[in-house]
């Protein structure tokens, strides 16, 4: 989240789980259309490698 410490990103999770469900419920996602984006077998072979 960008933030520096975990203490201010704490008030996330102090939420009532209710009106972050009611909230993720209501977005609408955008109409995406597939992308013309072609991974190289380079790239392909280094996400493959174990971390």
């Known amino acids: ?3 520096a410490t975990l203490t201010t990103t704490e ?3 102090r939420g ?3 009106e972050k469900l009611d909230a ?3 977005i609408v996602p ?3 259309r ?3 984006f072609q991974p190289s ?3 392909i ?3 493959k490698r174990p971390s």
């Open 24 to 26: 993720m419920e209501s």
């Open 41 to 43: 077998d380079r790239l």
């Open 1 to 3: 989240m960008g933030h």
């Open 11 to 13: 008030i996330y999770t």
């Open 34 to 36: 597939r992308g013309a």
């Open 45 to 47: 072979a280094l996400l």
């Open 30 to 32: 955008p109409h995406l």
């Open 16 to 18: 009532d789980p209710t």
